[in-house]
């Protein structure tokens, strides 16, 4: 009940922007959704923190009140592979192996091989 609902409109090209009769457009896909998660605010922390640690991590403990929930950095690691990989999956044909593993192994970085949820620049710069 206290999620705000949040107006997506979908435009895949001209064809799906009509004119109406008194001139007005209209968008032929719209999707309503209800915020969950802040996505778009988080999702490349894990690809842009090198020169913004400290600056990442105090806007991910304030945005929490200091309290992070281990969810959310479950999630982030979704995030990260998703913006990191999607690409080379679903708009490449041609996959570059050595540019995939580059990918990866960053990822693979970035939480120390996965010997943890939390990423080596949260836990680097985390006061306790």
Known sequence: NDRICTT?????????I?????GKFQIIEEYKILRSDAYFEFR?????????????TGIVD????????????????????????????????????EVI???????NYVYDGFSSIYPIWYLSHKRN
């Open 18 to 22: 009509r004119v109406s009769k008194d």
């Open 8 to 16: 997506i409109i979908g435009i895949n090209g001209l064809d799906d």
């Open 62 to 97: 304030g945005y929490f009140n200091n309290n992070v929930p281990r969810i959310f950095f479950k999630l982030l690691g979704v995030y990260t592979i998703i913006e990191n990989l999607y690409e080379f999956f679903v708009e490449n044909k041609d996959l570059d192996d």
């Open 44 to 56: 490349n922390l894990n690809l842009d923190y090198d020169n913004n640690a400290s600056l990442l």
């Open 101 to 107: 593993n580059d990918k990866i192994e960053k990822i």
